[in-house]
């Protein structure tokens, strides 16, 4: 966690401040309906809005940032895994500088004529619920279009493999009890197999 901290330091204060300037006015209901003139009170409970936006907004920042390690924790885990070691892709990070979007990595490398991103799914509400998300890229020729052509390409792979409903790239979705993870070839093999697959361009 302390690595998040430093890798996102600045974005972290962004969300900070956000969350500081939003839970502020929040602070000073109580005063609607009271007996005393408004601005009155607000001057007395200043201080303690104060306060309590800063615990108010340090919670949110804390507990965002914990739910974020907790589920790259679990990828960092499978992916240290045989299987996807022994590809010896590059970790890319995603979501830096983001106040929407968590902070996160893939794996991208090459296997054979063929590169790959290779990301992991982690459900919000269970983390139990992970899937693996193969993803070979491949572009459409000149004289067709991309959508098309990975659809077509879908199709002829149908029955071998489970797509996402990305339009534009051909996502396979694994779950990880199709990978053996302690076998160094399991994720090699089924690249082979897809790839034998690939080598067949279909018609658009």
Known sequence: MWQLLLMEKRTLFKGFLICLIVVFPFTFLPLIGGEE???ESF???LPLSILYSFVGATFICLAALYHNY???SIKLRMFAKPAFKALGFDYVPTGTGSLVDDLGFYLLGSHNEFRYIIDME???DDHEQQEVILSPLIYAPDNAKQD???KAYKVMLDRE???TSNQNHLEIILSLKEIQVEDPLAVTKLM???EAKLKIQPAV
């Open 122 to 124: 982690i459900s919000l």
């Open 43 to 45: 001057v007395q409970r």
């Open 37 to 39: 003139a408004f601005w």
């Open 148 to 150: 098309g052509f990975i």
């Open 70 to 72: 907790e589920r790259q």
């Open 192 to 194: 082979n197999r897809l």
């Open 161 to 163: 493999f489970k797509f």
